[in-house]
């Protein structure tokens, strides 16, 4: 295979929000930047989600953060996350855009979520008033993170940073004193060599796309889809691993419920938008509030796994719904997930309907029958839920009495599978965004940010992802830029 040589300051590998913050802050410190991206477009997950970022007002976030991380990262790493947030909203300005206030998909749905808090976790003490959930400004529809993309990817391109596209990295190069000073990488059938003079930034994402490490690594033995770039394989992990790195957070994703169509390699992400649902599992039976439910952590709610049957009876759910539901906007949060642009799902759910993705049932027999369960379990199920919507108390679940509402024929069901929104898993690194060794040594000149090896490592709170690509995107950036140039 023929091998082009190539030299640059910085190489930073995977071009979505972590790797063009990256290559942003390397290029303004000065350093000439070579950014590789496997797919034929950039963006990975940032340029498909939901585009939101929390903003926190003071450094009584990282607190808060603390008490979610229960252990697994480092108060110091949490403080450098929230000190750089709080600068976000000034960073963005200086940058040319602006951060305003994000919109809810409905009203009801807002109050289900978040109960009017910003905050994923408002019974921990003092989160009032922490944190503000805010999006880029701009002309499209709510929840994109095409504005998002857009922002970060122009400002690259202003800068006339080198952005090699269809070029997966392969592996990185380490000199004889154990410091990371290249990455080969591969393009149109060609080896590219690429000697990094100061450092090299991994943001490839995570492995939302990778079964076997799927399988390996997250807390489940059951099929777990994924909503984003197909193009996050775990590559950067396999090349940190391969070069001595320790990693962190493997078995920790966030998880929404989505639903796989056999045509779309990705699947979609599902919500109600009105409070006529219950989910039920394979056999008919409720099993949780389902209306106050944490969006992020589903893969906690199903992975129940049952000893005696060996089997998961929460993979896949069904969530059953009725014609207000249905009538109340897609059950597809339409502007986010690799799909946005594959795929319109109809605003009344009709066309997913004549698809065969819902099923529509005039009786619950009939429902039961299309969805293979016991009619008796399924008609007790309702029939107990129902008559806790008109007590206007769920004994069973303690699902709130304002988001009770009883079901009445036509019923609708679509089934719901555990959808990766990331993994959060990676190399290991610290608040200087380097990557350790299983000792917690830095490996010198190796530095990572984003979803790949990211800091949360137990709950997660909504919208820190992108933030965090930013913050310890440029933080990676800036140490691999002010290196001195490696001794030949
Ligand atoms: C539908 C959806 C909605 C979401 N909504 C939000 C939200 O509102 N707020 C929030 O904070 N988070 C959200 N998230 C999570 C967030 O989008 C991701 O965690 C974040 O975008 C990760 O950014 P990243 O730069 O680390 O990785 P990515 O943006 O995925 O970029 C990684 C890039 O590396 C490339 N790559 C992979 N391997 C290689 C290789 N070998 N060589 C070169 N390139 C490679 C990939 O193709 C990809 O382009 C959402 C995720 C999804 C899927």
């Known amino acids: 295979m023929e091998t082009v040589n190539m030299e640059t300051d910085v190489v930073v590998i995977g071009y979505g929000a972590a790797g063009a913050n990256a290559a942003i802050a390397a290029h303004d410190k000065g350093a000439k930047v070579i950014l590789l991206e496997k797919m034929a477009t950039g963006g990975g997950n940032s340029r498909v989600c939901g585009g939101n970022l929390i903003i926190p007002r003071d450094m009584r976030f990282a607190d808060y953060l603390d008490k979610l991380s229960f252990g697994t990262a480092e108060r110091e790493i949490i403080d450098a996350f929230v000190e750089g947030a709080t600068q976000l909203e000034s960073l963005v300005k200086e940058m040319g855009g602006e951060l305003v206030p994000s919109q809810a998909l409905s009203p009801w749905y807002t109050r289900r979520r978040l109960g009017g808090s910003s905050v994923s976790f408002p019974k921990v003490p ?7 959930l805010l ?14 993309w857009r922002f970060f990817s122009s400002n690259v391109e202003r800068r006339g940073i080198n952005v090699m596209l269809r070029t997966p990295a392969k592996e990185l190069v380490k000199n004889q004193r154990g410091e990371v000073v290249g990455v080969i990488a591969e393009s149109d059938g060609r080896t ?29 033995k059951a099929p777990v889809m994924f909503m984003g770039n197909p193009g996050n394989t775990g590559d950067g992990i396999r090349m940190a691993q391969k070069i001595g790195a320790g990693l962190w ?10 639903f796989k169509a056999p045509e779309y390699e990705s699947a979609f992400y599902m919500t109600f938008l009105a409070p006529g649902f219950i989910y039920v599992d394979k056999y008919g039976r409720r099993f949780v509030d389902e209306a106050t439910q944490f969006g992020h952590e589903f893969l906690d709610y199903v992975s129940f796994f049952d000893m005696k049957n060996l ?3 929460y993979i896949p759910i069904y969530g059953i719904f009725d014609e207000e539901a249905r009538l109340s906007g897609p059950l597809y949060v339409h502007n986010a997930g690799y799909n946005r ?3 319109k799902w109809s605003l009344d759910n009709k066309a997913e309907i004549e698809r065969g993705w819902i099923i529509e049932a005039k009786t619950l027999p009939e429902l039961a029958k299309r969805l293979s369960m016991d009619t008796a379990s ?18 069973e679940f303690g699902r709130p009495k304002e988001h009770l509402k009883s079901l ?11 959808t990766l929104l990331n993994t959060q898993g990676g190399p290991r690194r610290d608040k200087g965004a380097r990557v350790l060794d299983p000792d917690g040594m830095p490996i010198p000149r190796l530095y990572a940010a984003g979803e790949l090896g990211s800091i949360w490592g137990f709950l997660y709170q909504t919208s820190c992802n992108i933030v965090e690509c930013i913050v310890f995107g440029r933080i990676a950036g800036i140490n691999a830029a002010t290196n001195p140039p490696i001794e030949s």
Request: hydrophobic share 30%; with cysteine; net charge neutral.
């Open 135 to 148: 999006s880029f400004k701009g002309q499209e529809d709510i929840m994109s993170g095409n504005r998002l």
């Open 408 to 418: 009445e024929p036509p019923y609708y069901a679509i089934s719901l599978w555990p």
């Open 311 to 313: 089997e998961y009876p």
């Open 341 to 343: 642009d594959k795929y």
């Open 126 to 132: 003092g989160t009032e008033n922490i944190a503000r």
């Open 378 to 395: 399924l008609e007790n199920t309702l029939g107990k839920y129902n008559e806790s919507c008109k007590m206007g108390t769920d004994a």
């Open 192 to 220: 590219i060599s690429i000697k990094a003079r100061k450092g090299v930034v991994l943001t490839s994402g995570g492995f939302e796309n990778n079964n076997a490490m799927k399988w390996d690594n997250l807390p489940i």
């Open 249 to 258: 957070h493997m078995g920790r994703s966030s998880t929404i419920m989505g």
